[in-house]
């Protein structure tokens, strides 16, 4: 199922890996910064997710217009995105445009103008961001949950930061943020589609190898967990909840189990909670589960929404799904069909070369190498019922579980 995957360290300690898949006509390609919201000061919050913004806005080279031209008037797509442990910029393109596609990325990671103008202008883009972001409480009480639960750690700060946060920032701020975190040992280029790895690392080599730089990533401890009951009030139709405990590290090869607990208990339109609150009762639109890992800590999350008058049934009906997991063995038909369903997620998402740019990607940043994909279909299918349930009671216990609430109360 693999293909072959090439990785080549350049001289400034840039990587570049890349997954030759002569079959398309494309290629997918991601330049990615080892530094999100994780590494970022109580004062710098928010500042990597700005930083994301800015890297748009223009160049010595190229005006905010030319960089959009540049990739998406030659039949392209151009984004990023900001995580608390990495941000990245990305391009899908044709495959005879890899040479572009790098030097319109380079150009943006290096060269960015960061002007008092610009940088003014975004600080706006983002507060409206924010504002929007609060007035979705569907989306807004992830962040909250984070918060309850995690307090002053990184981990627990919204990746967009805040408005006074954000309204600080000058341009200054931003250069010297990249200076430090924006390095060659730290950086990974990612590429998978119709291409030559030789030409691939001679084009990087040529665009980002005056890259230099490195860092120590921090060796923090694990957040301390806070548990009980936290209700926000807002004016709202629903009542958004989110209810969860810790969860393994990336690290940890329990992840597997955890992830297969995730999609039977909440991962689908099969999954127990799913069936049990909506498909049964009808009490819900949005019910399930989602796990978030890290490298010293994760989070295993329920969410929600159900109406103010069913919210207490609805988290009853929850903890009785979680007592049945904790209890009871997981049959093993069931276990089958949430292991099918999870290689099927892995196997269809390497269908598209974003997706195997980003799990190399992925792979590389985490683990320093490249795991095939027939390795992880292995750790999979030796999960076991006794280890889903050891998950579950280790994680999923009561009295260590926290929910956070928004809603009319």
């Known amino acids: 199922m693999s293909n072959q995957v090439r990785k080549f360290t350049l001289a400034n300690g840039l990587r570049v890996v890349c997954e030759p898949v002569d079959y398309v006509q494309s290629v997918a390609i991601g330049i990615w910064c ?11 919050a928010g500042i990597s997710h700005l930083i994301e913004h800015m890297l748009f806005k223009g160049t010595g080279k190229r005006t905010a217009k030319e960089i959009a031209e540049s990739i998406e008037g030659r039949g392209g797509h151009l984004n990023a995105f900001t995580d608390r442990e990495q941000t990245c910029y990305y391009a899908r393109v044709l495959s005879d445009d890899l040479h572009n596609a790098v030097d319109v990325l380079s150009d943006m990671y290096l060269n960015s103008l960061m ?21 979705s409480p569907e989306e807004h009480v992830h962040d909250l949950h984070a918060r309850h639960r995690w307090g002053d750690h990184p981990l627990g700060r919204p990746i967009i930061g805040s408005h006074e946060s954000v309204g600080s920032f000058r341009p200054d701020d931003l250069r010297d943020y990249m200076k430090r975190r924006y390095v060659a040992a730290k950086t990974v280029v990612a590429a998978a589609g119709n291409l030559d790895p030789d030409q691939l690392k001679s084009v990087c080599e040529q665009e980002l190898g005056g890259l230099e730089g490195d860092f120590n990533l921090p060796n923090a401890s694990p957040p301390t967990a806070a548990t009980g009951d936290e209700r926000i009030s807002k004016d709202a139709e629903q009542v958004h909840f989110c209810i969860g405990g810790d969860s393994v590290t990336i690290y940890d090869d329990r992840r597997y189990a955890s992830g297969l607990l995730d999609a039977m208990l909440g991962g689908s339109m099969s999954s127990r909670l799913f069936q049990e609150i909506r498909e049964k009762r009808g009490l819900a639109y949005a019910i399930g589960t989602y796990q978030t890992l890290y490298r010293e800590a994760g989070a ?34 069931e276990l089958e069909r949430a292991k099918r369903m999870a290689i099927g997620g892995i196997v269809m998402a390497l269908e598209g070369m974003s997706g195997r740019m980003r799990r190399i990607a992925s792979n590389e940043i985490t683990h320093g190498r ?33 929910t956070t609430a928004i809603g009319p109360f």
Request: proline share 8%.
């Open 34 to 44: 080892q530094t999100g919201s994780r590494l970022e000061t109580p004062t710098e």
């Open 115 to 135: 002007t008092q103008k610009d940088v003014e202008l975004e600080k706006g883009v983002v507060q409206e961001e924010i504002r929007k972001y609060e007035d």
């Open 300 to 333: 295993f999350t329920i969410y929600g929404g159900t109406s103010p008058a069913t919210y207490e049934q609805v988290l009853g009906l929850v903890h009785e799904e979680i007592k049945k997991v904790r209890e009871a063995p997981v049959p093993g038909p």
């Open 370 to 402: 490249h795991i095939p994909v027939e390795q992880t279909i292995e750790s999979l299918n030796a999960v076991t019922p006794g280890q889903v349930q050891d998950i579950a009671n280790e994680f999923l216990d009561p009295e260590k579980l926290a």
